[in-house]
């Protein structure tokens, strides 16, 4: 993920086939400024199949109070 805007981003979340996703490595940061971005790779223990396609997005809270997400994204669940 890369910030592209002008605002700090915080309370950042991912979810997969919505549901948050909560085991990432490395962990998700605690706030991503403007031009910042991250990469991680979370697990899911459940519910998911290897192989099966899953839409993820990801939320954060912009440093003026909005609420922010990304439009959903497609993945192919790897295991």
Known sequence: MQNTGSLALSQISIYLNAAAVTTCTPSL???LTPGQSFSTVCTVSS???AGNEYPVYI???ASNGAS???PIQN???QG
Do not use: D, H, R
């Open 75 to 77: 993945v192919i669940a």
């Open 68 to 70: 922010v997400s990304t």
């Open 47 to 49: 519910g998911i199949t």
């Open 29 to 31: 940061p605690s706030q």
């Open 59 to 61: 939320t954060a809270s």
